[in-house]
C-alpha cells in the first residue's frame, strides 16, 4: 500500500483495464492509496459474537469501500455460518465476486497478499498476540477492545504498530457517537468549570457456568483457543456455545479468567477511554486507585462481580467506578454536571442489565449547558459518525483513527490498573511514564501471558525486532 511509480502505475492501468467487469477483485494495493474507488480488501479473525453482530455487518454496509474476502475461525461451525452469511451478502450485489476465503489459522490469512487489512474480534487473551502479528506482516488493524490483557504487551503492540506504520482502529466505537464528542468537547473547553469528579457507571456479572469436563468437540482447535493461557479442560461454558443458532449469545469466557477481565475491561474500556478523552489525558493516565470488589464464587466463572474503584487523576480529580451508578460517564465540575451514555443501547442483548436511569443519552445539571455554542477557539475533537469508515478513512489518508495504538494502550491501563487493585486488595500508586505500580506483587502481572509457541517475545524474534519494556 504504497506509492506507485510510474511503470508500476501504467502496468496497474493494464490490469484494471483487463479485470472491469469485477473490479472488487483487485487487491488494493494494486490501485495504490490515490485511487478515489478503491476497495479496501478485508479479512476478519474471529467469527463470533462481536464480529457477526458489529464488524461482518459494519463492512458489508459500505461495499462501495471495502470488501470482505477471508474469514479466519478456530471453530469450523462458527467458519461455515459466517462465510454463508458473506457469501449470501454479496451474491446480491451488482458486481460479481469471487467467494470467500476461509483460514483455521490466522497466520495462513497473512500471508494472503490480497487481503490489506483485518479485524481482530477474537477473545480477550488472543488480542495482543494477533494483532502484533498482523502489524508484523504489514496489516492495518482493526481491534476489538480491550486493547490488551497486560500492560506490557500492550506497550509492546503500541511500539509495533508504530515502528511498522499501520493503521490501528481500536472498537472503542463510543467515539463515533455524537453525544459523547458533544459531551467531551465541552468538558474540555470548561463548560462546566473544573473538574473535581467523574462517576462511571456500567453493570455487574453474575455467577455460573457450569464445571463438568467435556470431550473437545472435533470441529474446535481448542488448544489454539488457549493460546498463550495456561492449559485447562475443555467444557463448553470456559469458550463459547457450541450451537451455532445461539452465536450471538454471550460467551463463557468474557468472565472468567484469564481469558477476560470481567466488566472492568468489558464495558470499562468503553467507559474509561470516554474519562480519558473528556479529562484530555489520553496519553496518560490516572496516579493511583484504590477500592472493593465481590469475586464469582458459584459455578465456572471466576471474575469479579460487584466493584467498587476509585482513581486518582492529576489535578486531584477522582474517578468513581462503581456498578450502582447508571450506565455511562457523569463528569461534575464546580460549575455543573455533563452526563453522556448510550442511553438504553447495548452491545448485544445478551449483555448483563444496567441500572435503570431517567437521565438522557446527553445530559446536563442546566440544559443550558449543552446549548450554548463554542467559539471559535475551542478545543475540537476528531470527528467521526461511523466507526468502522473512520477506520477505512484513516487507511486511504495514512492519518489516525478515532482510537489509535497509543489512545487504545492507555485507556486499557486503566481497566487493567483496576483489575490489578481488585486481584491484590491492594491501593496502587500508577506511574503512567514508567508504566509501573509501587507493589512488586501488582507488577508481576503487568507482564505478557505465553506458552510454548503462543508468544509475543518468539514472534518479535522471529521478525527480528527488538522491543524493550
Known sequence: MT?????????????????????????ARVLGQAAPSRIIQIGVIGCGRIASSMEIPGILRVPDQARIVALCDLDSKRLAVAQQKVDAAYAKGSAPAAPVK????????????????????VPDHWHALCAVECALAGKDIWLQKPFSQTIHEGRILAEVV??????????????????????CELVRNGRIGRITRVEVGFGKDKDGGRKEEMPVPENLDYDTWLGPTPLAY?????????????????????????????????WGAHHLDIVQWGLGMEDRGPLAVSGTCEWMDKGLWNAHREFDLLYTY??????????????????????????????????TASDPSMPATTLKALDASDPKLLSAPLDSNAVRLHVSDNHVTDWLNAIRSRTSAATSA????????????????????????????????????????????????????????????????
Open 162 to 183: 508504530r515502528r511498522k506504520g499501520v493503521i490501528l482502529q481500536v472498537g472503542s466505537q463510543q467515539r463515533s457517537s455524537a453525544q459523547f464528542r458533544t459531551g
Open 234 to 266: 475443555y467444557t463448553e461454558d470456559r469458550v463459547h456455545n457450541q450451537d451455532t443458532s445461539k452465536i450471538g449469545s454471550r460467551p463463557g469466557w468474557i468472565q472468567m479468567e484469564p481469558y477476560g477481565w470481567g466488566m472492568i475491561t468489558n
Open 3 to 27: 506509492s506507485l511509480t510510474r511503470r508500476e502505475f501504467i502496468q496497474a492501468g493494464s490490469l484494471a483495464g483487463a479485470t472491469l467487469a469485477m473490479p472488487s477483485l483487485i487487491p
Open 102 to 121: 476461509t483460514f483455521a489459522c490466522y497466520r495462513d490469512m497473512l500471508r494472503d497478499g490480497n487481503v490489506d487489512a483485518v479485524m481482530i474480534c
Open 406 to 469: 497509543e489512545i487504545g494502550h492507555r485507556s486499557t491501563s486503566v481497566c487493567i490498573l483496576g483489575h490489578l487493585c481488585m486481584k491484590t486488595g491492594k491501593s496502587l500508586k500508577w506511574d503512567w511514564q514508567a508504566e509501573r505500580t509501587d507493589n512488586e506483587e501488582a507488577n508481576r502481572l503487568l507482564v505478557c501471558q505465553e506458552r510454548g509457541a503462543f508468544s509475543i517475545a518468539k514472534a518479535l524474534q522471529a521478525a527480528n525486532l527488538e522491543i524493550k519494556v
Open 314 to 347: 492529576p489535578g486531584d480529580i477522582k474517578v468513581s467506578v462503581c456498578y450502582r451508578y447508571p450506565n455511562g460517564v457523569r463528569f461534575i465540575g464546580d460549575e455543573g454536571w455533563i452526563f453522556v451514555s448510550r442511553g438504553a443501547a447495548r452491545v
